[in-house]
Nanobody
């Protein structure tokens, strides 16, 4: 499966962006899909995940209440509201059929990644 992320950009604090991640080659067979982000000089960290069948969602505490993960037939979305400068990062979508609920927030559990899309939030 190939993942293509887009929708990043530059916004002021308090603004919103919507990221998209489209799958090509085959439809999502993963039980879970997720968004991670990596700020300069930092490790890639978990942002949000969605269980494909039930649409049940999981969020990192730092984005809970501001970000919403959702999906279409072969696309996952990340709606980001009330953005803060500390949300500045490269955002990656990830998928893997072997991910289970206990490791949904671990980047090492995902083998398939999009190329990343840059989000910059200015104060």
């Amino acid at each position: 499966v190939q993942l293509q992320a887009c929708g990043g950009g530059s916004v002021q604090a308090g603004g919103s962006l919507r990221l998209s991640c489209a799958a090509s080659g085959r439809t999502f067979s993963s039980r879970f899909v997720a968004w991670f982000r990596q700020a300069p000089g930092k490790e890639r960290m978990f942002v949000a995940a969605l269980k494909w069948s039930s649409r049940h969602t999981f969020y990192a505490d730092v984005v809970k209440g501001r970000f919403t993960i959702s999906r279409g037939d072969a696309t996952i979305y990340l709606q980001m509201n009330s953005l803060r400068p500390e949300d500045t990062a490269v955002y990656y979508c990830g998928a893997d059929p072997s991910v289970i609920q206990s490791n949904v927030g671990s980047q090492t559990a995902y083998r398939y990644w999009g190329q990343g899309t840059v989000v910059t939030v200015s104060s």
